[in-house]
């Protein structure tokens, strides 16, 4: 089983809908969580973080987390096509980052 | 601030060569990490330096090195390249004790042939 597990996609959705893209984790004492998000040909760009059961909001994003289950799951809201990117779920385990593979979200205009 | 910075951005190297790969961590920051990105395998760890020291390193041959210097600026070395080098290289850098949020710098494309 992976650390952490993401549906490869690719997810499409319609400008303007709700992009929800998923992710599990298997070290039940993770506490931090992040999502990135990846153009092609660019690195890796901090969107959302978060530590504590619930959802965090910011703008168009919310992530949500449920440690009890061990997921994470990240919301944007109005999809645009800009949005257009591969999302990486990552997960804080000792002093390093463990990524997920990604989800590559498509937003047809 | 200025954000990371990595040096060379594209580095194309024969089988066998060594390769140096520079990374600045963000003004302040001084924990600097390295990941290995491929379509393959995604998002690989390889070390995280912490003052000086290598604090964390992932499952990687020991061609693989690094070190970090008093400025907490940050070198890798690939030392016999192989063909399945060929990678994005990625340095992270992140304020430890904090939140533990990375920031990646651009990214080195390293191609071998």
């Known amino acids: 089983q992976k650390e952490v597990e993401q549906n490869s996609g690719p997810l499409s959705v319609p400008e303007g809908a709700i992009a929800s893209l998923n992710c599990t984790y298997s070290?039940?004492?993770?506490?931090?969580f992040f999502w990135y998000r990846q153009y092609s040909g660019k690195s890796p760009e901090l969107i959302m973080s978060i530590y504590s059961n619930g959802d965090k909001e910011d703008g168009r994003f919310t992530a949500q987390l449920n440690k009890a289950s061990q997921y994470v799951s990240l919301l944007i809201r109005d999809s645009q096509p800009s949005d257009s990117a591969t999302y990486l779920c990552a997960v804080k385990g000792g002093n390093k980052l463990v990524f997920g593979a990604g989800t590559i979200l498509r937003v047809k205009s | 601030k200025a954000g990371v910075t990595q040096t060379p951005r594209y580095l194309i190297k024969t089988r066998g060569q060594q390769v140096t790969l520079s990374c600045s961590p963000i003004s302040g920051h001084r924990s600097v990490s390295w990941y290995q990105q491929t379509p393959g395998q995604g998002l690989q760890f390889l070390f995280e330096?912490?003052?000086?020291?290598?604090?964390n390193k992932g499952n990687f041959p020991g061609r693989f090195s690094g070190r970090q210097f008093s400025n907490s600026r940050s070198e890798m070395n690939v030392s016999t390249l192989e063909l399945g080098d060929s990678a994005l290289y990625l340095c992270a850098s992140s304020n430890p004790g904090g939140t533990y949020e990375q920031y990646f710098g651009p990214g080195t494309r390293l191609t071998v042939t």
């Open positions: 330096y912490f003052s000086e020291t290598q604090r």
């Open positions: 070290d039940r004492v993770s506490q931090s």
